[in-house]
Structures are given as C-alpha cells and as structure tokens.
C-alpha cells in the first residue's frame, strides 16, 4: 500500500499516453472523493472522530457500514465479532462525547431514531438511561467510558485492525509487481550483507586456525624437550644403580637398628624409581590431556565432605567434618577467603548458583536449606523441608531462573530400611515450594543417590539407591519416564549428554552406560572404568591397615642407603621384622589448618607433608557415615561436553619379582618372614588417585594426584571454564590439577 500513489500516478500517466482524456478526468474526480482515503488507516480513524466530533451520527454510522461492507465482509467469520464490538464502541464513544460536550440533545435524538433497534439488545439495556443520569462520570456503569484512557485504548486498537486488515487484503497485479520489485531490491542488499559478513568469519576462522598451529607446534617441541629431559634422567639413574651395586657388596649391617634405616631408605628408593618409570611411560604415550600445575592447599583440620568448583570457575567452597565450609580463591585472586560455621546441625550436600558465583547451597540434616550469599558474606535465605524429610541429600540449581530443586529423606540413622524421599523445588523469588514428588513409601529405599537439572531446567534426571532411573518434568514435578539400571546396580552419578538426547550413569559397579531418552531402559554404550570404585575414605578396615604399615621403625638420621635388588630389599624387610613392635594403634592428631588461599596469604602444601591420619572423634557420626561409603556422588564428574568423565579411583600396583640369585642368607630370610613382606609391598594397595576416563571406551586418558593411605580421596570436581580438577583428602587437603586439552 505505500506505493499506491506511485502507481495512481501511472496510470494517470498511461490515460493521458493513450489519450483517454474522459477517463482521465473521471480517475481525478473519483480520486479528490476517495472514501477509502488512499488506504491511509490515519486518514480513516480521523474521519469517523470528526463525525463523532461534529454529533453527525447520521454519517457516522454510513462511513462505518461502508467500511464494513468494503472490508470488513471479506474477512473470516470468525472475525465478525470484533467488527461488531468495534460498531457498539463507536456508537458509545459518540453518546459519551455528547454527554461531555452538554449536547444531551443529541443522545435523545440517538435514542428516538435508533431505540426500537437496540431495544432487544442487552448490551443497551442500561444505556437508555443516561440522558437521565446526573453525574454519568462516576456512575459504575458508564465511568469506564468517560475516562481518557478507554478512548485511547479504542482509537489505537481500531488503528491495528484497520491496518491489519489492509496488510492482508489480496492486491491487484500492478500492485503486487511493484512489492516483488521492492522486496527483490531488499533482498540483494541482504545477500551482499551476508556475503561480507561470511568473508569476516572466513577471515577469523583462518586467523584461529593459524594460532592452533602455532599452539600445536608449541606443544610438539614441549613433548620434545620433556623427551630428553627423560634420557637424561633415566642415564643417571642407570649410573646410580651401577654405583649402589658396588656400594652395597661393601656394605655391612653392624646392627638391627641400622638395617631397619636402610631398609626403609631402599624401600622408599624403590617406590620412588617406579613411579618415575609409570610417569615416563605416560608420557611416552599419547594423552589428551597435559597438566599444567599441581598443587595442593591446606584450608580444613579434617577430612573434606564436599569441595566445589563455582559456576564461573574462579572460587572453591569445600566443607570438611568439623562443618566448616570455606570459600576461597585458587587463582591467585584478591578475594579474602570466607568461613561459615555450622555449630547446630551437619552439611550433608552443596550445590552453586547454577547462573553466577553469587549464592552457595547448603542443605542439612536439620530440614533447612541455607543460600549463603558471596557479596553480602552471610545467609541470606532459609527453605525448610517437612520434618519427615529432615536429610537434604542432594541439590541442583537451575541454570536459567531462580530456582533450585533438592532431594529429601527421612534420617539415616534410623534402623528402619524403608525409608521416605522426596524431591522438592523451591523458588528463590518466593521463598516457597513450587512442586514436590513423594516416592512410593512401599519401596525397599528410596534414597537419592544423584539428580542433575538439563541445560533449560525444565527436565531433571535422578538415581535412587533401588537402582531406578527416573526423568521428571519440572514444572510439574511428575515423572515422565523411569528405567531400572543394568543388574539393578544404584547410579552413583547421571548427567545429560551434551545433545540431550541420551543419559550417562556411572554405577556402583563401576560400570558407565548411556540411556537413549527417546527409548528408556534401551542401553547404548556399557563398559567398565578400572580402578573404580575407590576404597571408602574412612573405615575400620583401612586404619587398621595404616597402623600396620606405621610399626616399622625409622630415624631421622637414617642414610638413604640403596640394595642391589628387589630380593635384598624384601630380605631386608623380613629381618626388620624381628624387631619389637607397639601393640597398640597409631593415631595422630589431625593436621593444623594452613591460611587460606586469596592473593595475600595463599600457600601450596609440598608433597613431604606430615604422614599423619585425621583422628576421627566420636562426635562426628553423621559426617563419618558420608565418608565410610564407596562410591558416593562427589567421586565422580563428567566434562562438559560428556566425552570424559574424572573419578577418584583405587592406585593398586602389582607385585613385581626378580629371577637373579640371591645369597642364602638372604633366601632363608626371606622365607622365615613373608607375611611382613607381602604387607610392605602391598603398602600402596589402599592408595586412591584420581583418574580420567574417555566416556566411549572407558579406556584411562590420564592419572594423577596418587593420594597415600591417610590421604584417601574423598571428592572431586570438575571445571571446564578455567579447565582444572581439584580432588579433597581425608586429612584435610585439597589437590588443584590444572590441565590443558591437547
């Protein structure tokens, strides 16, 4: 329609061309008499207020019922309605001016010409009176009409749909030749915007491939120079061993006492050769993953219960038994390090803000659900579950609004082994719930294991301890699809694949599946991860362990003196055994707590740190119970992209023997005192070490951070915005592994 008037000047053109002068005049007088005002909405509206301005109802309803019967009659019945609303607001907006104008004539006049017609219509029922009203501005009935903004309301929606009803009226030839002609003339300036925007992308994308060859070289040469730092070690090491040969054919043992000393030193020698021959065959293969730095913090005086990265990647909350959550920075970064005590209750699940590092989770085993706020340094928020459900097992943030969903059960110190769960979403808007699923009280246990909210938090997948898998729709809290787990084993943790349209578990048994969603229960991939899952971090079982590799005796004068080979050093061994041992059970205190990590007082704990278990009171039950199970959900997370997954795993070495020829002596010893030589070289058998696994094959992409018996790992974690992995410990550290992805 904007090039109607171009196109009226065309054809006027063309009249006069062809000479049709009769024609031309009549087209100029019809046009100076257009009722249709050259399809200009503004023109129109304007015309039916000036009727209704000038009281001419007369004309007021023909210019209206000419519309109608031009326009309005082609459109969809279903849009009669509206044509028929739009007439009686008119008609009332002319009867409402009149009113306010004192021109009562004029509604009387209304009413005697067109009252036997409205007089069935219930909707002027009650406007027969208001010529008789003396204050119709505030009467109930007509002071919505009297008010300035209905008038307005009315003007722009009569606008709208006199202007929608021309943009979809069917236009003749000419018309339409003319739109293609504009929209062809739009369209090639929109193709010549795409083809330069194209060129700038092919440009970027030529100048990041450039720099990923340039990184890739950078790595090659790296791995090159890491190689020949490797021949030269392995040189010298090959010079020590001939070296200690000639050396020990000349050493005696004057005394029992001397022999433990070196024995020891041997022993430590021997571990320490192994683990740089795995390191050099690790290297000499090719790995995903490169690390970067290791180090390790001290933040907590026992054992670590959570450890998480925040959402950004930038800040680290961990939690240890004593309930003592800390929040500090690895990265060198100016923020002073936060502390949040909990002296009435324990911390059994943490979970960040899913949309920034502004809030902290904290669900109890009081019920309560504290948000603890970065900015303001204190809990600013409290949900609380039904009493039935005291244990807050487990949370999930939403990534897209303010709300979190957490899972509920009764106390698990409760003998009782039908348990109730129940899953909770609470809105932070609010501060109420705003779903609940309650499990089926029938079943053996139905405690949470694992939930995880999708990218949108609109679907949210769990895992309970019966083995079942189940999807629940969010907004409604129902579910939607359930599975049971391949030989029923319980998810130790699930997560969406990166697609969405899949779901990956990793099981008690070790075992990581995949789940088609469009076919629930239907497996797509089952393979194992060695290694996984670890020893628990706290048993009976392992301190017994840890106090019998503690009585072998040791002095800090003690020479470091090397044995030919593996027979002497377990020769060695068995004749320390005869020394007298402690019969009691060796604990330490637990490690002091070092300064926390911000950029003025960070410190980075060497690998010589004090060899000393947490001692474990007795106050601490319910914490202890989080740490005497394997595999828990904090041992295990996948990439973001669900290509790898990281877990804590057990670093068991095998037993190696040599067949050259010993000296009786040593032989006899030997044989006398094998149970004490299987236990020191079994002394690593409890040994946990975190592991990445390559989620097709399950095959190892990459292990570090070998954690000894006092220091079982107890959580990991994950972080794809800065790429780093942190594994928490059982005396109270935190290991920060950062990587770079080949």
Request: aromatic share 10%.
């Amino acid at each position: 329609m904007n090039s109607l008037v171009q196109v009226d000047e065309l054809v006027k053109e063309y009249l006069l061309f062809r000479g049709f002068t009769n024609t031309f005049r009549a087209l100029e007088t019809e046009s100076k008499l257009d009722k249709d005002k050259g399809f200009q909405v503004d023109k129109i509206v304007e015309e039916l207020m000036g009727y209704v301005l000038h009281g001419d109802v007369g004309y007021l309803l023909d210019y209206y019922r000419y519309l109608d019967l031009r326009f309005f009659s082609r459109l969809d019945s279903r849009f009669q309605r509206t044509v028929k609303k739009f007439e009686l607001c008119l008609l009332r907006h002319y009867l409402v001016h009149a009113i306010q104008h004192k021109k009562k004539e004029k509604v009387v006049e209304f009413f005697d010409t067109f009252g036997p017609e409205l007089h069935d219509k219930p909707e002027w029922s009650q406007w027969f009176a208001l010529p008789y009203v003396k204050q119709p501005a505030t009467d109930p009935t007509f002071e919505t009409f009297f008010s300035k903004q209905w008038v307005d309301n009315y003007t722009i929606s009569l606008y709208n749909f006199l202007t929608t009803t021309f943009q979809n009226m069917p236009l003749p030839s000419l018309l339409s030749f003319n739109v293609e002609r504009t929209q062809r003339k739009a369209q090639q300036v929109e193709i010549e915007t795409l083809k330069s925007s194209i060129e700038n992308y092919k440009a970027t994308v030529d100048a990041r491939e450039n720099e990923i060859a340039k990184l890739k070289h950078e790595v090659a040469e790296t791995r090159r120079e890491m190689t020949d730092g490797i021949t030269l070690i392995r040189r010298r090491a090959a010079s020590m061993t001939a070296e200690t040969k000639v050396h020990g054919t000349k050493t005696k043992f004057n005394s029992q006492e001397k022999k433990c000393e070196k024995t020891r030193a041997v022993s430590e020698t021997v571990s320490e050769g192994q683990e740089t021959v795995d390191k050099v065959h690790a290297m000499g293969e090719e790995e995903p993953f490169v690390i970067v730095s290791q180090e390790e913090y001290s933040e907590h005086a026992s054992a670590i219960t959570h450890a998480r990265f925040s959402t950004e990647g930038n800040l680290i909350a961990s939690c240890d038994m004593d309930n003592i959550v800390r929040i500090w920075s690895y990265k060198g970064q100016s923020f002073n390090p936060l502390k949040v005590n909990n002296n009435t209750c324990n911390i059994l699940s943490m979970a960040w803000e899913a949309r920034s590092d502004r809030f902290l989770f904290l669900g109890t085993d009081i019920g309560q659900i504290r948000v603890y706020n970065i900015e303001n340094k204190s809990v600013v928020q409290e949900f609380l579950m039904d009493e039935k459900y005291p244990w807050v097992t487990q949370l999930s943030s939403s990534p897209v609004e303010p709300m979190f969903v957490c899972a509920g059960s009764e106390s698990k110190t409760a003998t009782d082994s039908t348990r109730s769960g129940v899953l909770v979403a609470w809105s932070m808007k609010t501060m109420s719930s705003i779903g609940t699923f309650r499990f089926d009280t029938n079943e053996a246990c139905t405690d949470i294991n694992t939930m995880q909210l999708n990218h949108n938090g609109q679907m949210l997948v769990t895992g309970d301890n019966a083995g079942f898998m189940r999807i629940f729709d969010v907004r409604s809290m129902k579910s939607i699809m359930e599975w049971k787990t391949t030989l029923g084993q319980p998810a130790c943790i699930a997560q969406f694949s990166f697609d969405e349209n899949s779901i990956y578990t990793v099981d008690h048994g070790g075992q990581l599946c995949q789940w088609s969603i469009h076919k629930p229960g239907n497996s797509l991939l089952n393979t194992s991860l060695p290694g996984f899952p670890p020893p628990p971090p706290f048993s009976d079982k392992s301190t017994s362990t840890f106090n019998d590799l503690s009585v072998i005796p040791s002095s800090p004068t003690a020479s470091a003196t090397q044995l030919s080979s593996l027979q002497s050093v377990t020769a060695a061994i068995a004749a320390a055994s005869s020394t007298s041992l402690p019969t009691g059970p060796i604990l330490s205190p637990r490690p002091r707590s070092n300064p926390s990590t911000s950029s003025l007082s960070r410190l980075s704990i060497s690998s010589n740190r004090s060899a000393r278990p947490p001692m474990i009171t007795l106050d601490d039950s319910v914490t202890q119970s989080l740490l005497s199970f394997s595999p828990r959900s904090q041992m295990v997370v996948f990439s973001a992209d669900t290509n790898y997954v990281f877990c804590a795993s057990s670093a068991q070495r095998n037993r190696q023997t040599s067949s050259s020829p010993q000296p009786s002596s040593a032989s006899s010893t030997l044989s006398a005192n094998s149970d004490t030589t299987d236990t020191a070289l079994n002394a690593n058998a409890g040994m946990t070490q975190g592991t990445i696994y390559q989620v097709p094959d399950g095959q190892t992409a990459l292990q570090f951070g070998q954690q000894h018996l006092y220091q079982k790992i107890t959580t990991v974690d994950w972080t794809n915005a800065s790429n780093a992995c942190l594994m928490g410990s059982m005396d109270g550290s935190v290991k920060v592994t950062n990587l770079i992805r080949v």
